[in-house]
T-cell receptor, first 114, second 111 residues
Framework: VTLLEQNPRWRLVPRGQAVNLRCILK??????MSWYQQDLQKQLQWLFT????????VKSLPGADYLATRVTDTELRLQVANMSQGRTLYCTC???????????FGHGTKLSVL | QQKVQQSPESLSVPEGGMASLNCTSS?????YFWWYRQHSGEGPKALM?????GDKKEGRFTAHLNKASLHVSLHIRDSQPSDSALYFC???????????FGKGTVLLVSP
């Protein structure tokens, strides 16, 4: 059973252009949603955790700037801007947000720079 | 400094053999340790967790934790070609859903 739907699955992003990603939660029993990035060397890194509709956060990392928004109880969005290196963005969910609970990952959105 | 370090970077074992993966943390705030597995083209999936000192066995997989040394290991017995994947050690302390991952170990099980 798929808990998370991420789209698009792959995007070619012209240098300097922003891209908007979307993640839909399919099971409301796992309301804690987060974004993780995986770089070209396969390193995974936590970006954001957004629990409630209306939550917004921004972050700048080497190679990209991020703006994350929890739109509704079931939708999480991520805007990626100023990307200079490709990466894959994963949406995750869990039931309580605690470190003692497993995270479920989506299939990911792979971004490549044109 | 990488807070979660994994070794080896890659490992090759024959089918039916034992694979041993290692992980060391440098942050004593970490309380929960996980192993995640990622097959090519897919998102990572949680394999097993370990929170207390000692061994935890789940089928062919055994995890070991030594909190004093912050060392975690994963042992896979009777390795199968389907076990070939990228294995991540991950640790969590405070912070909702915030896992810190190691760089991963590539496991190749050859038939």
């Amino acid at each position: 059973v798929t808990l998370l739907e991420q789209n698009p699955r792959w995007r070619l992003v012209p240098r300097g252009q922003a891209v908007n990603l979307r993640c839909i939660l399919k099971n409301s029993q796992y309301p804690w949603m987060s974004w993780y990035q995986q770089d070209l060397q396969k390193q995974l890194q936590w970006l954001f955790t957004l629990r409630s509709p209306g939550d917004k956060e921004v972050k700048s990392l080497p190679g990209a700037d991020y703006l994350a928004t929890r739109v509704t109880d079931t939708e999480l969005r991520l805007q990626v801007a100023n990307m200079s290196q490709g990466r894959t963005l994963y949406c995750t969910c869990s039931g309580t947000g605690g470190g003692n609970e497993r995270l479920f990952f989506g299939h990911g959105t792979k971004l490549s720079v044109l | 400094q990488q807070k979660v370090q994994q070794s080896p970077e890659s490992l090759s074992v024959p089918e039916g053999g034992m694979a041993s993966l290692n992980c060391t943390s440098s942050d004593r705030n970490f309380q929960y340790f996980w192993w995640y597995r990622q097959h090519s083209g897919e998102g990572p999936k949680a394999l097993m967790s370990i929170f207390s000192d000692g061994d935890k066995k789940e089928g062919r997989f055994t995890a070991h934790l030594n909190k004093a040394s912050l060392h975690v290991s994963l042992h896979i017995r009777d390795s199968q070609p389907s076990d070939s994947a990228l294995y991540f050690c991950a640790a969590s302390g405070s912070g909702y859903n915030k896992l810190t991952f190691g760089k991963g170990t590539v496991l190749l099980v050859s038939p």
